[in-house]
């Protein structure tokens, strides 16, 4: 694939995990009530946003009746309410709402994906799942290398997921390994001369940890917006709403 569009074409088209295969389809089957007249995506969700995004976030999974179901990964589920509100909070995103593939949401310099691009049952990807899935977080990161200074990991699972990927690729890894934390930061170095990545953690948003404040919608934006100053971009704050 050389370009993300192509990438994210065949994204979609991937049916080697049998098990997230049936989990996935048979949640467009059955289906929650609220969304009983939706024509689920059932398929696995690409990534989203600019392919010359200078700063990358990756978080765990589709949720089933979110992501699975519009076919934009955060997209009508409690975890991507709180994210792009939190973007557009910063001026990286064009409206602080998610909750369809053609609703007009546009990304400013940020492109958001997934170690694992099918919903998994209760969240939990297998370490086989995750692995056989990481060429293509693998590609999407090349592609999107000449331009990307910062990744900001949404949770322990997409730190972890990272770090292979991003060691594999070339670039160097601290000794010892970097651990998750919420805030952590890392520097790795390209030893090819060309130029560092950041890697900055955050608690993942998901709507446990928005329920029990482990993470506030403060918090989030807080390392988002340390993501953006590291990624160098120059987002315009919209003025939080109340509540917020």
């Known amino acids: 694939m050389r370009s993300s569009s192509e990438l994210d074409a065949a994204v979609a088209t ?25 024509e689920y995506w059932a398929r696995p ?14 978080g765990l999974a589709p949720a089933a009746h979110g992501g699975n179901r519009t076919g934009r990964i955060f997209t009508g589920d409690p975890s991507g309410d709180a994210l792009y509100a939190a973007l557009y909070d910063l001026g990286l995103a064009s409206q602080p709402t998610a909750t369809h593939r053609d609703d007009g949401l546009e990304l400013y310099g940020v492109r958001i994906t997934v170690p694992v691009h099918c919903a998994p049952p209760d969240n939990r990807p297998t370490t086989g ?33 990272l770090l292979p990927v991003l060691a594999e690729a070339g670039w160097r890894l601290p000794r010892p390994r970097p651990v998750f934390g919420h805030g952590a930061e890392t520097l790795l170095a390209d030893p090819g001369g060309g ?8 608690y993942h948003p998901s709507q446990r940890n928005m329920s029990t404040r482990t993470l506030t919608p403060a918090m989030l934006r807080g390392v988002l917006r340390r993501g953006a100053d590291l990624a160098e971009i120059a987002a315009r704050p919209h003025r939080s709403r109340p509540g917020t």
């Open 14 to 38: 991937c049916r080697a995990c049998p098990r997230l295969v049936a989990w996935r389809e048979e949640a467009a089957r059955v289906k929650r009530r609220p969304f009983r007249d939706w």
């Open 45 to 58: 969700v690409p990534g989203f946003g600019p392919s010359d995004a200078p700063l990358a976030i990756v």
């Open 129 to 161: 799942e995750r692995d056989t899935c990481r060429p293509w977080l693998a590609r999407e990161l090349e592609l999107l290398r000449p331009t990307l200074r910062t990744i900001v990991a949404l949770g322990a699972f997409g730190w972890q997921a």
């Open 195 to 202: 130029r560092p990545l950041n890697l900055v953690g955050c």
